[in-house]
């Protein structure tokens, strides 16, 4: 049973603890097996906790065989990614300089997963500072994308090694976080399902910043249901992060399985179609019809709407602005050991005057309004996840971005989810991107949830 139980998602982890088919003991050796045995390989983990995961693994099994048992996720392990600080562990933020950095606290999410008894098998690999939607490190390492033994491939970022260490089945489900696709991006090329959470939805307490504005983390699964479930755990106000007290309390699991008949999901517009590889778009005209054929309305929308590059441009700026002063002591010192596609991005921040970001953050807001009212009565607008499948980490241009079918919605303060809806004839992955309303998780949620379960491109896994 240990053998196969790195295969099964986190719902099925769960019920079969509870109906103790298997123990938390047995769920962690499986995955800590799993890692010893690839991670030499794919390098999805800056460090392994497995002498604690398994003192923890232990103490959930007695605790749950003794009656004591918390609730339905504990003994169930979990990635993070090297950005959420673990009091008394290493968090470099992927960051050469700190690699020896001890966080002295721990972050409001990781005291969720904590507190419901999940078990942290390590931190995961990271873009230096979260700033890079390819998934490269230069001095810590990039995380080899499963889904290609042959060639390197870009496994996405920032969250790369929470992507890859989920989709190689290292762990159940892994912590992401999203500024300008960072979660969407990485799921998307390894075949996996990923939420950008709206702004405020999960505290970022103790997750080192890039992007005070705009950051948002997320999880990082194999199914729909264990995104909601993780986005049920993480959500709610948290004093140390005033951003959450603005949010109602999202409850996906209430209409998840409601379907998507009478439902009106609009198409991305004509003029978004050509950045789209022809892969991508067969695979995304193929979901419309899936999702037409479940009883939704497929619409389009009327002109004048924002553009994905246009918006995606202004993120950049903003993300500059925020992280430079954080990092200026860093980036402006030529003999540190930064990766030289990151220094450049951070040292843009540089050059954007007060007034300049004063004027982003006020347009924003004015395309916030616009955007509302040019969805209005539309449930959800669909688009590729990616511009295309992953491709070889030699043909990276590092001055340009993959992130221009994501981080618009950052910039509109949305939510979206990506999951698999295809693959190309050399066996990548595919995604679709599912994108609501600010605060309207359990919509995409519910969406991602009907085209899952019509079609079987989340069962897919890589050869290993």
Not at 145 to 170: E, I, Q, Y
Not at 184 to 207: D, Q
Request: hydrophobic share 40%; proline share 6%.
């Amino acid at each position: 049973m240990a053998t196969s139980l790195h295969e099964l998602p986190v719902h099925a982890l769960s019920s079969g603890i509870a109906a103790r088919r298997f123990s938390p003991v047995d769920v962690v050796e499986a995955h800590l097996a799993r890692i010893e045995k690839l991670e030499p390989r794919l390098k999805a983990f800056v460090h392994v906790h497995g002498a604690e995961a398994r003192l923890a693994a232990e103490a959930a099994d007695k605790a749950i065989r003794s009656g004591h048992g918390i609730g339905p996720l504990h003994g169930i392990p979990i990635a993070l990614k090297d950005l959420v600080e673990f009091e008394g562990h290493h968090t470099a933020g992927g960051c050469a300089v700190w690699r020896d950095r001890i966080s002295t606290y721990t972050a409001t999410l990781a005291h969720k997963l904590l507190g419901a008894g999940m078990i942290v098998l390590g931190k995961t690999h990271t873009v230096e500072f979260a700033y890079g939607a390819w998934g490269t490190n230069q001095h810590m390492g990039t995380p080899w994308n499963p889904w290609d033994l042959s060639v390197a491939r870009t496994p996405g970022g920032s969250s790369s090694g929470s992507a890859v260490a989920v989709a190689a089945r290292m762990a159940p489900w892994a912590i992401g976080t999203d500024t300008g696709g960072s979660v969407r991006i990485p799921a998307a090329w390894c075949g996996l399902t990923g939420l950008k959470t709206t702004i405020g939805r999960i505290s970022t307490h103790g997750v080192l910043p890039l992007s005070p504005t705009l950051d948002t983390p997320g999880p990082i699964t194999r199914s729909v249901e264990d995104c909601a479930t993780l986005l049920v755990l993480l959500q709610g106000s948290d004093p140390m992060d005033p951003l959450t007290a603005s949010l109602p309390t999202s409850t996906p699991m209430h209409t998840l399985r409601r379907g998507v008949k009478g439902l009106r999901l609009a198409r991305m517009p004509d003029s978004e179609r050509a950045m789209f590889s022809a892969d991508m778009l067969a695979a995304y005209d193929r979901s419309l019809k899936d999702l037409a054929g479940l009883g939704a309305e497929i619409v389009d929308l009327k002109s004048g709407g924002p553009s994905f590059k246009e918006n995606g441009d202004l993120v950049a700026r903003i993300i500059s602005a925020e992280i430079y002063p954080l990092r200026a002591d860093l980036v402006d010192d030529p003999a540190l050991p930064l990766d030289e596609a990151v220094r450049p991005r951070v040292r843009a921040g540089a050059s954007i005057s007060a007034r300049q970001y004063r004027d982003v953050l006020a347009a924003r807001e004015r395309a916030k309004q616009a955007y509302a009212a040019w969805t209005e009565g539309v449930d959800a607008v669909l688009s590729p996840s990616t511009m295309t499948a992953a491709i070889p980490l030699t043909e990276v241009d590092q001055s340009t971005t993959p992130a221009l079918s994501t981080r618009w919605v950052n910039y509109l303060d949305l939510c979206a989810l990506s999951l698999p809806n295809g693959m190309t004839r050399g066996g990548l992955p595919l995604s679709l991107q599912v994108i609501c309303r600010g605060g309207d998780e359990a919509m995409a949620l519910r969406i991602g949830w009907a085209l899952e379960n019509a079609t079987d491109w989340q069962k897919r896994a890589p050869t290993l």
